[in-house]
């Protein structure tokens, strides 16, 4: 095994030492315990010091630890696969983001997440649409005793996808603003099949989970059969201001300026000039599906988010990228937050 760090789920609101009967994500034996700084607590476990993927079994890993520690506490979930080096580390993290902290603790503080994923039967939906779309059966009228061309065939092939994807639509609205109750934040996620209707991230107050649970029971009844439900909740909020660690250094910084191509001496508005520049070569709306271009323009952005956290809080006029300049290394929690308010 090669060097260890610690492998950090979250954070809560915890002055004391803690320990969790879970196995963590490095294997069976190793528990998760928290290292606390002030009143606050990150969930840790030690854990080798690379990058994880996001295979089932490390996922799983990661989502067992944060739902048991929720049984107890308000977590705020960091990002998965985030490792500090050292102990050090991440008392310094703890240290410098106590602002940042409290109003990410505040903001999950009695909220839980469900996840709720929507496919239509679209046979059934489109039957039920030929039954009922005024402009189906308009077409119906007119075309009855016709013998149909081959382009004519088409055009209402055409027009019938049209009116389901309106029904699709609608009933997706419908759906949408029935989940409303008690609902705080919902952000949509990315529709994994091309039955999915609608697939989202709920964030609710633990009170109002069981009256949501029932909520959409009665909801699939209403709808019968031309929907299928996947829920799966109460978790920890996953989606909602989710924080990572990040690590600014002398290293880090000057290998994102190089990324950039940037010289040696720079200012802001020439640092953002070359960003913007590489963005019109690199981004896939731009480049194409390119596998490779797609990497270089993530690495591009990544490293422009971190020049600009770097300016942000050494504000000066012209930047000179040397280790004498840089001074001391920069801990942050960066907040990667997406909010679709209902």
Sequence with gaps: MGRMGKYIYGIIEEPKQKEFEIPGISGEEIRPYTIPQGKFSAVVSDAPLEVYENTQANLLAHNRVLEAVMKDYDVFPLRFGTVAQTEEDVLNLLKMTGEALSEAIHSVKGKVEYDVEIDVDEGKLLQETQATSPVIQNIKRLSEGKTL??????????????????????????????????????????????????????????????????????????????????????????????????????????????????????????????????????????????????????????????????CERNPRKEYRFSPEEFGEKIILLDRDERDERV
């Design 149 to 310: 061309t081959v382009d004519e065939q088409v055009k209402i092939g055409k027009v019938v996808a049209q009116e389901l994807v309106k029904e699709k639509l609608t009933l997706a609205a419908f759906i949408k603003n029935s989940l409303s109750f008690g609902v705080e934040k919902i952000v949509s996620l990315r529709l994994p099949r091309p039955q999915t209707l609608l697939n989202v991230a709920i964030l609710l107050k633990k009170e109002n989970g069981p009256p949501f649970e029932s909520m959409i029971s009665e909801l699939d009844q209403k709808l019968e059969d031309k929907v299928r439900f996947r829920i799966t909740g109460p978790l920890p909020p996953y989606h909602f201001s989710e924080l990572k660690l990040m690590v600014i250094d002398f290293d880090s910084v000057d290998e994102a300026r190089k990324d950039l191509g940037l010289p040696e001496e720079v200012t802001e508005s020439e640092i953002k000039k070359a960003y913007r520049g590489l963005v019109k070569k690199f981004h896939p709306d731009q480049a194409g599906e390119d596998p490779e271009t797609e990497t270089t323009f993530r690495r591009i952005d990544a490293s422009y988010k971190l020049l600009s956290k770097y």
